[in-house]
């Protein structure tokens, strides 16, 4: 590596809810540094969440989260001349980034309605282990397994 390891920022805890990863996620929705419209969409959100599933949200959360947290994905490996996909076990840190970059994409790429509807939508399939994030990380863990004989040249 060149250069100096990037030091690790501490994110403040939301003001609503006091917690980091409500922070983190406000700040994966962010475009063009509107802040406090991001927060106006996960607030939504979880009040629309609250409504329909007559729970806590930071629980339908935390649980959509966990359901859609990877254990394993496959790097691109070049050995001899080929490329060999080749699983190895996900960070901790890089566990969430992925949920939640899951969790947004599949709540854009749903057309038609407001932010906070889709968002919501995928919090609460995500929570029940369906939606279309739940789906991506099934099919990352397949894809794993499927290359399980290439683990060896993982170091």
């Known amino acids: 590596m060149r ?3 990037a030091t690790v920022r501490t994110i403040l805890p939301d ?4 917690d980091v990863r409500v ?3 406000i700040n994966y929705i962010m475009h063009d540094g509107k802040k406090t419209v991001a927060q106006q969409v996960v607030y939504d959100a979880f009040e629309l969440i609250a409504v329909k599933t007559e729970k806590d949200p930071l629980e339908v959360f935390d649980l959509a989260i966990k359901n859609t947290m990877p254990s394993l994905e496959v790097k691109s490996k070049r050995v001899g001349g080929a490329n060999y996909q080749v699983p190895i076990p996900v960070r901790g840190e890089r566990r969430f980034y992925l949920a939640f970059r ?3 994409l599949a709540a854009r790429l749903k057309k038609g309605r407001p932010m906070a509807q889709k968002l919501a939508d995928e919090l609460v399939a995500a929570s029940k282990n369906e939606g279309d994030a739940v789906k991506k990380r099934m099919d990352v863990q397949k894809m794993a397994e499927a290359n399980r004989a290439f683990a060896h040249f993982a170091r």
Not at 15 to 18: D, I, L, M, P
């Open 23 to 25: 922070a983190k996620l």
């Open 3 to 5: 250069g100096k390891q």
């Open 15 to 18: 003001s609503k809810f006091q």
């Open 102 to 104: 899951w969790i947004i």
